[in-house]
């Protein structure tokens, strides 16, 4: 059985943890309508109103207004000081003579933080990143949390109801069966306890009922707050309807709770480069003066001042401050084993209780059976030979209405462990969920008469035949092999746990099509992929032109953002680097505007069209300032090492300029090492750019240049190697060249 007690306080717990003034809220707020409930499908579509979830987003919303407000506070900042004063002051350095003047003067500037004192304004401003990820966070797991209650919620009522009538109609005896009672008592074929025994149960059922009837009322008061709305309940509700998870797996680094913690271990990493010098505060202040003195002249002044202050405790002491950023990042780390392992021990908890419970309901289905046809040869009996036939139906009665109220908490038991289950598998709740299919299938005509409880009265032969009753097409009830040993570790599958990891996508063909492409959407996600740069070939691109082709891409596009899949748009044909064919790409750019892609990357190679590679770069230059002029999208760009590694001063200015929100460096080598070496100059030369590695896995180049030789194993230790080497330092992502290959090879 649900322990709601737990479920409801739960709920109200995080409703009232959220917003001391709920209360005020709530009481101050219009009266809400009512509304009829009879599927959960009613429930589902009215989550977004949820009191906690408006309160959750209310609270993101204040976390990113103090983001921002921690963004425009640091840097330079302006400072102004006007003074007016009487001076009486002598007027020669050896004469008694005084003169006395008023001055009104006017010093204003710029400060601009330096050592410790910008490092701490980073902090503060990483700090405050990390609130807004704790809010954007806990809102999604708030919405998941608020969809498994809600369903756990709506299966109780269902079950409820069902028990309900069975108890009412268990009830409906009472009366015949106390005269039937009272009757053989007095004719002395009944001992008073016996007649008292008998009609004990059916105050148990009285009880039970009032039991069944608060459970409603809890479920209902958790639909209520979860939805905002106020629900009136059906006289008969239909059967919840769960999502596919046939075939289905559990990928931990999927769910809020972890990515949560994943986004603050990177956050943790960042920081600790910041905790250096945060005891040497400094700044440099560049001023101006304005004076005016009364009577006199007007004058004018300038200067620039360097402010440095350290504690005298501090001075040549190790710096404590990188020891706390270390513990910080030590014990993020370890929480985020922990979550690890707590989510993977639920969903195995989850997945083997809904094993249990449906195997345990077959058993009591079964066992119902028997009682059924207990029940039914009973009946004959009483019709023909009434007397102690009577007891012996009572008892079964009993037998059979306590079966009946175990089998439906069962099933109870059963579909809160598959919500569970479904939680974990669709962590993005709704928008990522698989067509709906019916998991008890109550409309089964035998299941239906089987819990026809009708046949309690023993004075109604309806429903009773001579011949046994066929009970043989029954539905049994089976849990979907989700697998626990397919459960997707980020340990063991994920080829980095700290970096973002995108891939190449030169067929766009299986994402467009809708049956290949939920098993493509799942297995990045598997393989902890969390960006892709699709690509178009000129057949795709015209098939674009079409309406039905054009809905295809935008609900890829909904649906990998539900799926926390970011999709950007590759660009990748070299010829568009020459002025003949730019007019091309710029048109193409255009008219891909329309989609809702997060980028645009540009994999325009030079070699592959110049003869002479020496004017690529500014050729390449050239190309992305055009692009930039079209599109309000972001631009990332793939380029070869050798324009990065002897970059001059002013190709890195001019690159920064250009905003670029990845620079994907195509360093191909399966020699981690070289990879590692070579970046960290490119790290080096490029400050202040976004700097992003691909590596390769493709069949068809040098075997030294790419990893498609070496076992898929050796190819994630090579990468988390190099992440282990270079996130520190600046590494923003790691890009796999190509998906094609890399599924392939996996």
């Given at each position: 059985m649900v322990k709601w007690h737990k479920l409801i306080s739960t709920v109200v717990a995080v409703v009232f943890a959220m917003s001391g003034n709920l209360v005020m809220t709530v009481a101050t707020a219009a009266p809400v309508a009512t509304v009829k409930l009879s599927s959960l499908q009613q429930i589902e579509e009215k989550l977004d109103n949820g009191l906690a979830l408006s309160i959750a987003m209310a609270n993101l919303s204040n976390d990113e207004a103090k983001l921002v407000l921690a963004q425009q506070r640091s840097g330079a900042k302006l400072f102004g000081t006007i003074t007016y004063g009487a001076n009486n002051e002598p007027l020669t350095d050896t004469s008694t003579q005084m003169h006395s003047y008023n001055k009104l003067s006017f010093t204003g500037g710029l400060v601009l933080p330096l050592l410790g004192s910008k490092n701490k304004e980073k902090i503060d401003i990483m700090q405050s990143e990390n609130t807004v990820f704790n809010s954007q966070y806990f809102a999604k797991l708030v919405n998941l949390n608020n969809l498994v209650a809600v369903r756990k919620a709506y299966a109780s009522l269902w079950i409820e109801q069902q028990k309900e009538k069975l108890a009412k109609q268990f009830l409906s005896t009472e009366v015949a069966t106390g005269k039937l009672l009272e009757e053989r008592q007095k004719q002395g074929l009944l001992l008073p306890v016996d007649k008292l025994e008998f009609l004990t149960i059916y105050e148990e059922v009285k009880r039970d009922l009032v039991a069944m009837q608060l459970?409603?009322?809890?479920?209902?008061?958790?639909?209520?707050?979860?939805?905002?709305?106020?629900?009136?309940?059906?006289?008969?509700?239909?059967?919840?309807?769960?999502?596919?998870?046939?075939?289905?797996?559990?990928?931990?680094?999927?769910?809020?709770?972890?990515?949560?913690?994943?986004?603050?271990?990177?956050?943790?990493?960042?920081?600790?480069?910041?905790?250096k010098q945060l005891n040497t505060e400094g700044n440099l202040v560049i001023g101006g003066t304005v004076s005016k003195d009364y009577p006199g002249a007007s004058g004018t002044g300038a200067y620039i001042a360097i402010n440095v202050t350290e504690p005298f405790g501090t001075i040549g002491k190790k710096d404590q401050n990188k020891i706390i950023a270390e513990n910080q990042l030590l014990s993020a780390k370890m929480q985020q084993d922990y979550i690890e392992m707590t989510l993977n021990g639920r969903v195995r908890e989850a997945i083997l209780t809904a094993k249990f419970a449906a195997m345990d309901v077959n058993s009591k289905i079964a066992r119902l059976t028997v009682l059924a046809e207990d029940i039914r040869e009973k009946k004959l009996r009483h019709k023909v030979l009434p007397g102690d036939t009577f007891e012996q139906f009572q008892n079964s009665k009993s037998q059979y209405y306590r079966m009946a109220t175990d089998l439906l908490n069962r099933e109870e038991t059963f579909l809160a462990a598959a919500i569970d289950v479904v939680s974990f598998v669709y962590p993005n709740g709704l928008s990522s969920e698989a067509d709906e299919s019916y998991i008890l299938n109550s409309s089964n005509v035998n299941r239906g008469n089987l819990l026809n409880f009708a046949w309690l009265d023993i004075n109604d032969f309806k429903l009773v035949t001579e011949n046994p009753l066929d009970f043989s097409n029954l539905p049994k009830l089976t849990f979907p092999e989700v697998g626990i040993n397919n459960i997707v570790s980020s340990n063991n599958k994920n080829i980095s746990n700290n970096l973002k990891v995108g891939t190449y996508v030169w067929q766009a063909a299986p994402f467009l099509n809708s049956i290949s492409q939920g098993a493509e959407i799942a297995r990045l996600q598997q393989n902890g992929i969390k960006k892709i740069l699709l690509s178009f070939n000129k057949d795709e691109i015209k098939q674009l032109q079409a309406a039905p082709v054009q809905q295809k891409l935008k609900d890829l596009l909904k649906k990998a953002e539900a799926n926390g899949l970011e999709v950007g748009l590759l660009l990748g044909d070299s010829a568009w680097l020459l002025p003949e064919h730019q007019a091309e790409l710029i048109d193409l750019t255009k008219e891909m505007e329309k989609f809702d892609f997060k980028e645009i990357h540009l994999d325009i190679e030079p070699d592959a069209v110049l003869a002479n590679n020496e004017n690529g770069f500014n050729l390449l230059l050239d190309v992305i300032e055009k692009v930039r002029s079209v599109t309000k999208k972001e631009l990332s760009i793939s380029i070869h090492p050798r324009y990065l590694t002897n970059l001059s001063e002013k190709d890195r200015m001019t690159l920064q300029k250009l905003n670029l929100k990845e620079i994907v460096v195509m360093l191909y080598s399966n020699n981690a090492q070289t990879v590692i070496t070579t970046m960290k100059n490119i790290i080096d030369k490029t400050n202040g750019l976004n700097i992003a590695l691909a590596q390769s896995v493709e069949q068809n180049i040098n075997q030294g240049e790419a990893y498609s030789s070496l076992d898929h194993t050796d190819f994630i230790n090579a990468v988390q190697k190099i992440e282990q080497e270079l996130n520190h330092i600046g590494l923003k992502a790691i890009y796999i060249q190509s998906w094609e290959d890399y599924k392939r090879g996996d």
């Open positions: 459970k409603q009322s809890q479920a209902l008061q958790i639909i209520n707050l979860a939805t905002g709305c106020q629900w009136q309940v059906a006289e008969t509700l239909e059967e919840p309807k769960l999502p596919l998870l046939t075939g289905k797996t559990f990928a931990v680094d999927n769910y809020p709770e972890f990515q949560l913690q994943a986004k603050l271990v990177e956050q943790y990493q960042k920081m600790l480069k910041q905790y």
